[in-house]
């Protein structure tokens, strides 16, 4: 397994799998294990994967420093990765929480990324706010399924504000477009690889400039691809559509019947999208 140090020292890790020119994929969670991401419904097949095992996860080494866990300063070690692989300009994917670090990397180093996905993208470093009708909305695709009474009115509990452990629990099907023993492991397995020291940093305090980052992104002219999954109550299309509206010329793909994970519950339409795309 390939390494580099970051700025600081620390050890890092990161994943190779596929063949042709590089792909650097960012996990979500925040600060999860990037196994999760396999090979993004087969994407390898189209691009060579690199998945990054952000510090304190996967196989990375911790930090001596919790506060380089900030999604600000995780840009570095992305840029440290770029230095290392010996790439002048990079392609990047970022899932979910890991859209944002995807947007800051844009917001300070834009000459360097070639071309750019954001899958079911977090929209914290945007500052975009998604209403709670669009959640619900979302999720009542899924008012057919055994579970959704329960399910749903936990998430009317979250998007009032009144969440509790239990029911932000709860809500868990709605993030997978099938939520069958396969998404039940997966979702496990998801609790289990977050760093959650890390989790509770990732989004701090002035981590985010949002006027910057709009700023950089009305003016980025490189290609731009935004994944949405239909049913996706995290970042539900008309989210992922205002998403794409910041840049000059994004495109916008909407998977249907997909969640929050969009390469298992339509890796062939995934795969098939994300790699048409990053290959022009």
């Given at each position: 397994?390939?390494?580099f140090?970051?700025?600081?020292?620390?050890?890092l890790?990161?994943?190779?799998?596929?063949?042709?020119?590089?792909l650097?994929?960012?996990?979500?969670?925040?600060?999860?294990?990037?196994?999760?991401?396999?090979?993004?419904?087969?994407?390898?097949?189209h691009?060579?994967?690199?998945?990054?095992?952000?510090?304190?996860?996967?196989?990375?080494?911790?930090?001596?420093?919790?506060?380089?866990?900030?999604?600000?300063r995780?840009?570095?070690d992305?840029?440290?990765?770029?230095v290392?692989?010996?790439l002048?300009?990079?392609?990047?994917?970022?899932?979910?929480?890991?859209?944002?670090?995807a947007?800051?990397?844009?917001?300070r180093?834009p000459?360097?990324?070639?071309?750019?996905?954001l899958?079911?993208?977090?929209?914290?470093?945007p500052?975009?706010?998604?209403?709670?009708?669009?959640?619900?909305?979302?999720?009542?695709?899924?008012?057919?399924?055994?579970?959704?009474?329960?399910a749903?009115?936990?998430?009317?509990?979250?998007?009032?504000?009144?969440?509790?452990?239990?029911?932000?629990?709860?809500?868990?099907?709605?993030?997978?477009?099938t939520?069958?023993?396969?998404?039940?492991e997966?979702?496990?397995?998801?609790?289990?690889?977050?760093?959650?020291?890390?989790?509770?940093?990732?989004?701090?305090?002035?981590?985010?400039?949002p006027?910057?980052?709009?700023?950089?992104?009305a003016?980025?002219a490189?290609?731009?691809?935004?994944v949405?999954?239909?049913?996706?109550?995290n970042?539900?299309?008309?989210?992922?559509?205002?998403y794409?509206?910041?840049?000059?010329?994004?495109?916008?793909?909407?998977?249907d019947?997909?969640?929050?994970?969009?390469w298992?519950?339509?890796?062939?339409?995934?795969?098939?999208?994300?790699?048409?795309?990053?290959n022009?």
């Open positions: 397994m390939p390494t140090r970051a700025p600081d020292g620390t050890l890790a990161y994943h190779e799998a596929g063949t042709g020119a590089p650097l994929c960012l996990p979500g969670g925040p600060l999860q294990d990037s196994v999760y991401l396999g090979d993004l419904g087969g994407l390898a097949a691009r060579r994967l690199i998945r990054l095992d952000l510090r304190g996860t996967g196989a990375s080494a911790v930090p001596g420093d919790p506060e380089s866990y900030r999604c600000d995780l840009v570095e992305v840029e440290a990765l770029r290392h692989l010996g002048d300009t990079v392609d990047v994917l970022g899932h979910s929480a890991g859209a944002n670090l947007a800051l990397y844009v917001t180093y000459e360097r990324v070639g071309r750019l996905v899958v079911t993208p977090g929209a914290a470093a500052g975009l706010e998604t209403a709670p009708e669009e959640r619900l909305a979302a999720a009542r695709l899924r008012k057919d399924e055994p579970w959704f009474g329960p749903y009115a936990a998430l009317e509990d979250v998007t009032a504000g009144r969440g509790t452990a239990e029911s932000f629990g709860a809500v868990a099907p709605f993030f997978h477009g939520w069958d023993e396969a998404a039940r997966r979702h496990a397995a998801g609790e289990r690889q977050r760093n959650g020291e890390g989790a509770g940093v990732f989004a701090g305090e002035g981590v985010f400039d006027a910057a980052t709009r700023a950089v992104f003016e980025f490189r290609p731009v691809l935004v949405a999954g239909e049913g996706d109550v970042t539900p299309v008309p989210t992922a559509a205002a794409a509206g910041l840049f000059p010329g994004a495109a916008l793909v909407v998977l019947g997909a969640g929050h994970f969009p298992h519950d339509d890796a062939e339409g995934f795969a098939k999208q994300v790699g048409s795309f990053l022009g």
